[in-house]
């Protein structure tokens, strides 16, 4: 997985995830997860970190867009991680920027 990850204020106040450049490899129901970790080498960090899923994956590739549901503490909510839930695999993650 590579590409990047940032949090955008829209002019309305309403906070977005947006994925540039990014690609992964395909895989069973993926996810977009925000999580509370800086980073997240292993499944056992992402499943520990109080995750906040955001949907599910829009494209294995491109720039994509997801919205933040409101009140998220952007302190603790640090990284972004593409998750495959039926298995239980985190296939990468991104520091927020």
């Known amino acids: 997985t590579k590409g990047n990850a940032a949090v955008l204020e829209l002019s309305s106040g309403k906070r977005i995830l947006r994925l540039t450049e990014f690609e992964t490899s395909n895989g069973p129901d993926l996810r977009v997860l925000l999580i509370a970790a800086s980073d997240a080498t292993d499944s056992d960090t992402v ?38 839930h039926s298995l239980g695999v985190n296939f990468g993650t991104a520091p927020l920027s």
């Open 47 to 84: 499943t520990n970190s109080a995750p906040i899923e955001l949907g599910r994956l829009k494209s294995t590739s491109g720039d994509q867009t997801y919205c933040l549901p409101a009140g998220v503490d952007l302190a603790r909510y640090r990284a972004v991680t593409i998750w495959s």
